[in-house]
């Protein structure tokens, strides 16, 4: 692969050239410091921006062309990341070299103009989108108690700081959808093109000089001071104890949810040790938390933990019955007591990295994961796969102790089953 970073003043345009893939992917990253009141708003702008445009006033319009260029994939995602919210315009088509020549153009001709030229202005068009894309989201808000797993980590977030971005509601606020208006979102659009730090992905068997040239003929933003704001919270106090909230929901399963800061890292910290840390306590079928909870003390259907690296938390889930909560949680916390202990083996370190070479193939095989990781460059500093291969081989069981030491549990938050009969 061969990566060019390339300075278009507005944005950064990223180009990966690679003849692995057939298809080329593009993603437009836009980002801003998240505020709590825009979240909704963000997220019908991302839907919106997607329905339809100027030139293609329906979904119907926007669909067939893009069947007319060989049925390219256009997408929104938009996610929090740290202190930011992230809203990503992606899509994907077939090379050139399986169509015709021009294609590449037209694809990026139509990216623009779903960018640039919303549909704001056909009254009714608009207030047709509008409608969907409001019942829409707000059926979206309402189904999330009805993932029991993912409500009670949103629960367990805002118990330990409703007031941290980590506490925010990603689908956003149903009394946020109801003040949405025409006027709203237009002025919200123009604040967006005018303040977001913009990064453009490109990866495919494309030429850097051409895409260069198509982006800087059909994309222009107005962001040209790119101010340096910390994507990553770190926590000043670890908690001394964790606190614990029990929320009754009709079920036969009850979710647990803890959530763990975690202290002050160094990049080597961060990117590499604390990865080998969390994949040993829980971050797969080898780990401690599932052979021994799990598997030896049949406490959990499941249980694991991930990492939400810009946010210094590790979350910790696990599917139990009612009966086990105490005794899960003790489990649980003995077992983060034993890796600040030392109690566990240079073979279990060994497997680890073993694993995340093998995660690290994986990524080489799939354009999105490949761009990521170039995200997760700028953001975190962390290192291309080479040099992520390189460095995990230098974590040693001593640093992985004295990470241990820096992740301290600060919510614990049952969503107890119960039947009808036993709600109090």
Request: net charge neutral; hydrophobic share 35%.
């Amino acid at each position: 692969m061969d990566y060019q970073k390339i300075d278009m003043t507005s944005f950064q345009l990223h180009v990966i050239k690679t003849n692995r893939f057939k298809t080329v992917n593009i993603r437009v990253c836009l980002r801003d410091e998240i505020q709590k009141e825009e979240i909704t708003l963000r997220n019908m702008l991302a839907s919106f921006l997607t329905y339809a445009t100027d030139t293609y006033p329906t979904k119907r319009d926007l669909v067939l062309k893009a069947q007319d260029l060989y049925a390219v994939n256009i997408y929104t995602k938009s996610y929090r990341s740290g202190r930011f919210n992230m809203m990503n315009f992606c899509m994907s088509l077939l090379n050139e070299k399986y169509t015709e020549k021009g294609m590449l153009e037209e694809s990026i001709r139509l990216l623009a103009d779903i960018i640039f030229h919303p549909n704001f202005q056909k009254k009714e068009a608009f207030d047709q989108a509008f409608r969907f894309l409001s019942d829409s989201i707000e059926s979206s808000m309402k189904a999330i108690k009805e993932n029991p797993t993912t409500y009670s980590v949103i629960r367990m977030l805002e118990e330990m700081d409703q007031d941290m971005p980590y506490g925010y509601r990603e689908f956003g606020y149903l009394e946020d959808l109801e003040k949405l208006t025409k006027e709203s979102l237009i002025s919200y659009y123009e604040k967006v093109l005018k303040n977001s730090l913009v990064d453009i992905y490109v990866i495919g068997n494309v030429e850097a000089k051409e895409i260069e040239k198509l982006f800087q003929k059909y994309f222009s933003f107005t962001t040209f001071k790119r101010p340096k704001v910390n994507q990553l919270i770190e926590h000043e106090k670890l908690p001394l104890r964790s606190k614990k909230i029990i929320e009754q929901e009709e079920s036969n399963q009850s979710k647990l949810s803890i959530g763990c800061k975690i202290g002050k890292l160094t990049e080597f910290e961060r990117n590499y040790v604390l990865t080998v840390y969390n994949m040993i306590l829980g971050g797969n079928s080898e780990s401690k938390f599932f052979q021994i909870i799990r598997e030896k003390h049949s406490l959990a259907y499941y249980v694991y933990s991930s990492l939400n690296k810009l946010d210094s938390l590790m979350i910790i889930k696990a599917g139990i019955s009612k009966e086990n909560f105490e005794k899960t949680v003790h489990l649980i916390k003995k077992l983060m007591k034993d890796m600040i202990k030392g109690n566990f083996t240079e073979k279990d370190i060994e497997v680890v990295k073993e694993n995340y070479l093998s995660l690290l193939k994986e990524i080489e095989d799939n354009e999105n994961a490949i761009i990521e990781t170039y995200l997760a460059k700028d953001v975190l500093n962390l290192g291309d796969i080479e040099e992520r291969k390189r460095e995990i081989m230098k974590v040693t069981k001593e640093d992985i102790i004295e990470v241990a030491k820096k992740v301290k549990m600060d919510t614990i938050f049952l969503l107890e089953g119960v039947l009808q009969n036993e709600k109090n």
